[in-house]
């Protein structure tokens, strides 16, 4: 059985940092691609920024040059160090996984950034 828990985020000051961790528990050999989303009330989720088993990242526009998402395939977990938040940011963040074991989503974590 696998299991995906985020931790991370909560109350930030406009222009602070905060950092998310995504933690698969299981028997997990490899994941493929490892994505975080944001949702905010009434809209749909969109991709943040996402990390391939290569290292490949991409990022959404609104985050490039803020957020750097990471791997520990070692520990099969991943982070996203937010830099530079704003007000904007504030959203539930969701990791999703593709992995050897099927597709799995974090129970997601919730950024409030303050003014």
């Known amino acids: 059985q696998v299991e995906v828990v985020e931790s991370g985020g909560g109350l930030v000051q406009s222009g602070g940092s905060a950092r998310l961790s995504c933690a698969a528990s299981g028997t997990i050999a490899e994941i493929y691609l490892a994505t975080w989303y944001l949702q905010t009330p009434g809209k749909q989720r969109e991709m943040v920024a996402s990390i391939s088993i290569n290292g490949d990242t991409n990022y959404g526009d609104s985050v490039k040059g803020r957020f750097t998402i990471s791997t520990d395939h070692a520990k099969n977990t991943m982070y996203l160090q937010m830099n530079k938040l704003t007000p904007e940011d504030t959203a539930v963040y969701y990791c999703?996984?593709?992995?050897?074991?099927?597709?799995?989503w974090g129970q997601g974590a919730q950024v409030t950034v303050s003014s």
């Open positions: 999703h996984l593709v992995t050897d074991r099927g597709n799995f």
